[in-house]
């Protein structure tokens, strides 16, 4: 029992720095703005389009444009198959329509983040860590979390933008691409159902999910790589709890969003 209290009591101490750390890093993110414009800057440009020789391939924009088309890719194989088998396969257009814009893009594009841009937050802050490299800026009078933390938290939503554009853009074109030169169906028949059963709504949810999961995934590994310890073996633990706690959020806020928007009645009206 004893052992039992203890382990709650250091959970709870967690839970409570934790919560700490993430009210100080968003009630940071004006002063971040303000003094440190050409640090937010230059994370902008570094995680849109990563840096040095991996700018060409290795950017968070590139590599969730591959995830977003094979994503849309799928839904195109499975969708067309599921259809056809019951003799609809013309509306190939309303699963595209559907399931890319609330499912497939905000789901994505958060993948996408945790596992590059959150996972460089982490290897980065980690190591700045176990260096000592945070005690010197402490030391110097620099404001450590808002200088480290929420100048990231801010960058990456700002970054999110247009990686969610790019993930609904790369993820409808999968599935019209693979529909209409795969499978051979006009794409005039895939447009029409396409535009008459895609609602803006559920555009502007999907980006709004997008914007809150880019800054919880951003708290998770700035808060995770802050508190690195134990040397290289210690920020490796890190970035993987990090990465994995952060993808469970966001698979509960696709949870959450989809029963509180279109759990009532899903603004689905399938008529002739």
Do not use: K
């Not at 919560?19 to 937010?40: D, H, K, M, P």
Request: charge should be positive.
């Amino acid at each position: 029992m004893r052992s039992i209290g203890q382990r709650a009591v250091l959970s709870l101490r967690e839970l409570g720095h934790q919560a700490q750390f993430y009210f100080i890093a968003v009630r940071s993110l004006g002063e971040a703005l303000v003094r440190y414009r050409a640090e937010v800057v230059r994370l902008i440009a570094q995680m849109g389009l990563g840096s040095g020789a991996l700018a060409l391939i290795g950017g968070a924009t590139v590599v969730i444009g591959f995830l977003t088309l094979a994503g849309g890719t799928v839904i195109a194989i499975q969708g067309y198959s599921s259809l056809s088998g019951i003799g609809v396969e013309a509306f190939s257009g309303f699963i595209s329509a559907f399931v890319n814009i609330r499912l497939v893009a905000p789901i994505v594009a958060a993948i996408g983040l945790a596992a590059t841009i959150g996972a460089g937050a982490t290897a980065q802050l980690g190591a700045m860590r176990i260096s000592e490299e945070i005690d010197a800026l402490e030391v110097m009078g620099i404001r450590s979390i808002a200088y480290l933390a929420s100048t990231r938290i801010f960058a990456g939503l700002i970054v999110v933008v247009p990686l969610f554009c790019v993930a609904v853009i790369m993820a409808v074109f999968g599935t019209r691409l693979s529909i209409t030169i795969a499978y051979g169906q006009s794409t005039g028949v895939y447009d029409h159902y396409f535009r008459t059963f895609l609602n803006p709504v559920d555009l502007l949810w999907a980006f709004l999910q997008a914007l809150f999961m880019a800054i919880v995934i951003m708290l998770l590994h700035t808060y995770y790589g802050f508190t690195a310890s134990g040397g290289p073996v210690g920020v490796g633990e890190a970035v993987g709890r990090a990465t994995r706690t952060s993808l469970i959020v966001a698979s509960f806020i696709t949870l959450a969003v989809s029963l509180a928007v279109y759990g009532q009645n899903g603004n689905f009206n399938l008529s002739g």
